[in-house]
């Protein structure tokens, strides 16, 4: 099994020596590397594993990290971060509480040594409830291993994610299994998915479902070419030397779902070079890029982009897409955003301004957004915010100098921007902002929420995002679509503020 350990990984995270652990601890350096490497096992009862817990924790203080915080949240929410006793006893208890154990339900066979193969137990969970109770198993023992290990989920549709097919309908299976990813992630695991069943027809609904997963750290996501045999279909999760569990399906047999998982090495073995070798066959399906490093986001935007192609906006930013860059500046400027941060904002409305010269823009903007101006005093303005990595408010005065802003713009716009309410417009999921172009290229964020963008050029993703807009437009109210009433509307609301 893997040697590695909890100690050796948050040593090595915190930049530890082992020197200077022993002489804190006033053992002997060979001691802490034993510890370090499972040749040793922690002593629990002399009080040196509360010592260890101690030294570390004084250690992450120091360097103002998050690491062990991060550890111990994901195991035992309840934790008191003041409480500095809470947090030893829970880091020690960590570092030598012993490896989860899978669960002995299995039936008890009669002996038999195949002549070319080997004995197993392997634990059997059926249908529905067996899934989330397999999953929920598997994802509890990887919390107990050491931080960093690498989780493979190569998906064939074995599990039907949702427990059904709308974006917005029973997301029960989703939400349990959102709270693992995430304590993975904040663990300091990585999970590559490799997705072997792109749904080309309406590829934005998983990815949609699955977005917040997608741009959690330490996630890659990549895609397979399909294995065509809508009969059988598999999920499989694995960590090398570890565990792995697989849940099969059959298309005519929804109720006989099987999930089996592995512990013995020799199978564990297998379905970790498999993953392997279809990793190495498959291609990044997404990208993501931190949402506060827009002018990087935008070059990769124009890269891929295709020159003259028609690009659909949904939701852009009022502020960066349709302000003055002076207002911009002025705004910025009365939030005290640094000097460099300012230029790295007015640099970005430019590139958007060269991108909105060379393609042709369709913008579906929220009408509810300038609908808030007129009930609040000040808003804020989110986008902005996690650009500039501090607050950015909206006075009532910058809400009227934006509209009056945006009413200059669209002077010169044709039929290109529609403000309609997202309230009737269900399809889109809450604070979603889009940018998609045919055949060249699709983006989207929730600055609201996620700490990054997402970002892909795969073809079947960018042809079912394109396909998604296009319905969406036929979903709009005609009135909406008409330049005069979208004009009455931004001198009604500019009259009220």
Request: hydrophobic letters at 35%; one cysteine or more.
């Amino acid at each position: 099994m893997s040697s590695a350990s909890k100690l050796d990984y948050v040593m090595q995270a915190l930049d530890i020596l082992g020197t200077e652990a022993a002489a804190s601890l006033h053992v002997d350096a060979t001691t802490i590397s034993k510890w370090r490497n499972n040749q040793r096992k922690i002593p629990s009862k002399n009080g040196q594993a509360r010592q260890l817990a101690e030294f570390l924790l004084r250690k992450e203080k120091e360097q103002g990290s998050q690491i062990i915080f991060n550890i111990l949240k994901t195991l035992k929410e309840d934790v008191n971060t003041q409480s500095i006793t809470q947090q030893i006893n829970a880091l020690s208890h960590w570092l030598t509480e012993k490896k989860l154990e899978p669960p002995d339900n299995h039936v008890k066979l009669p002996v038999f040594t195949p002549k070319n193969g080997y004995n197993t137990n392997i634990n059997i969970f059926l249908g529905e409830d067996g899934i989330d109770e397999a999953i929920a198993y598997y994802l509890d023992y990887v919390l107990r291993l050491p931080p960093g290990q690498i989780i493979f989920l190569v998906d064939y549709s074995g599990i039907t994610w949702t427990k059904g097919d709308e974006i917005i309908d029973k997301q029960e299976r989703i939400s349990a299994s959102m709270q693992y990813f995430r304590a993975i992630s904040r663990y300091g695991h990585k999970l590559i998915i490799i997705d072997c069943n792109t749904d080309v027809y309406r590829p934005y609904r998983a990815i949609f479902r699955w977005m917040e997963l997608y741009l959690l750290d330490g996630v890659e996501v990549w895609s397979h070419s399909h294995i065509r045999d809508d009969f059988y279909h598999y999920t499989n999760f694995v960590v090398e030397n570890e565990i792995a569990l697989q849940c099969i399906s059959n298309s005519d047999l929804n109720d006989k779902m099987h999930s089996m998982l592995y512990t013995n090495k020799e199978t564990v073995d297998f379905f970790a070079k498999s993953a392997s070798g279809i990793l190495k066959k498959s291609k990044r399906l997404i990208e993501s890029i931190s949402a506060k490093d827009v002018l990087v986001f935008l070059e990769i935007v124009q890269k891929n982009l295709k020159p003259n192609r028609s690009i659909t906006m949904l939701n852009p930013s009022l502020t960066h897409y349709f302000i003055a860059t002076k207002l911009l500046q002025e705004i910025l400027e009365q939030n005290r955003v640094s000097e460099s941060k300012i230029e790295e904002c007015v640099c970005a409305v430019k590139k958007i301004r060269q991108l909105q010269a060379t393609n042709p823009c369709y913008y579906i903007c929220n009408l509810d957004v300038l609908e808030n101006f007129i009930s609040v005093e000040s808003v804020e303005d989110c986008n902005l915010s996690k650009i500039c990595e501090t607050k950015i408010i909206l006075s009532k005065e910058y809400q009227r100098k934006i509209v009056d802003s945006i009413m200059q713009f669209s002077e010169y716009q044709n039929n290109n921007i529609i403000f309609t309410s997202f309230d009737y417009l269900n399809a889109v999921p809450d604070n979603l902002s889009l940018l998609v172009q045919e055949d060249g290229f699709v983006a989207a964020w929730n600055v609201k929420r996620d700490k990054k963008r997402l970002y892909c050029s795969n073809l079947d993703v960018i042809s079912g995002f394109y396909r998604y807009v296009d319905d969406l437009k036929t979903t709009i109210p005609k009135v909406c679509r008409d330049n005069d009433w979208r004009d009455k509307q931004l001198r009604r609301i500019r009259e009220m503020l």
